[in-house]
């Protein structure tokens, strides 16, 4: 069966980094490509980006540019999520989400936790 | 980018009742493909979004066929045609034809 699983929770100081993962399994992981979308306390669903499981290729959402990258491990299957340069703002649920014209499989979230 | 609105933003319904969410785009969501990636989810507290509907009226696998979607172009709608205890929480709907990805400000289900 598809599962996304990812990394625990993490708690990070203003400026710091942080990188989550995204495990795959349960189907063919270049077939497919992974948003991240963000849930802040309280709030909707905020989509961060996209990236490519079979070429790399990335789409990231115009506020984030220059502080988040995607990366994918095809031998792991594997995709990350690095966000810079951190602020309270950040605080948030972390969602990896297969996406091939839908949000089909989600994981279960990452909470980090942006604080000093 | 193409903003998604829903309203209403809360909907109190009686149980065995239906209920229905309006969805629009600020543009047509018909892709070149000729596909139209308009989907649904359903989100309870503490976990994460699920599936329920994807291309305006596709159930996923699982999903009990009370929920229906509909529309076309840049009105979509979900309808529940007898609310559940289960169902509450918030339902989003969400685009895939273009990046950004974007999703509806999120439409709250509770019981009356």
């Known amino acids: 069966q598809v599962q996304l699983v990812q990394s625990g929770a993490e708690v990070k100081k203003p400026g710091a980094s942080v990188k989550v993962s995204c495990k795959a399994s349960?189907?063919?992981?270049?077939?497919?490509?992974i948003s991240w979308v963000r849930q802040a306390p309280g709030q909707g669903l905020e989509w961060m980006g996209w990236i490519s499981a079979y070429n790399g290729n990335t789409d990231y959402a115009q506020k984030l540019q220059g502080r988040v990258t995607m990366t994918t491990d095809t031998s792991t299957t594997t995709v990350y999520m690095e966000l810079r340069s951190l602020i309270s703002d950040d605080t948030a649920v972390y969602y990896c989400?297969?996406?091939?014209?839908?949000?089909?499989?989600w994981g279960q979230g990452t909470l980090v936790t942006v604080s000093s | 980018d193409i903003v998604m609105t829903q309203t209403p933003l809360s909907s109190p319904v009686t149980l065995g009742q239906p209920a229905s969410i309006s969805c629009r785009s600020s543009?047509?969501?018909?892709?070149?493909?000729?596909?139209?990636?308009l989907s649904w989810l359903h989100q309870r507290p503490g976990q994460p979004p699920r599936p329920l509907i994807y291309k305006i009226s596709n159930r996923f696998s699982g999903v009990p066929d009370r929920f229906s979607g509909s529309g076309a172009g840049t009105d979509f709608t979900l309808k529940i045609s007898r609310v559940e205890a289960e169902d509450v929480g918030v339902y989003y709907c969400?685009?895939?034809?273009?990046?950004?990805?974007?999703f509806g400000q999120g439409t709250k289900l509770e019981i009356k």
């Open positions: 349960g189907y063919t992981f270049t077939s497919y490509g």
């Open positions: 989400a297969r996406d091939l014209g839908s949000f089909d499989y």
């Open positions: 543009q047509s969501l018909v892709h070149s493909d000729g596909n139209t990636y």
């Open positions: 969400t685009q895939a034809t273009q990046f950004p990805r974007t």
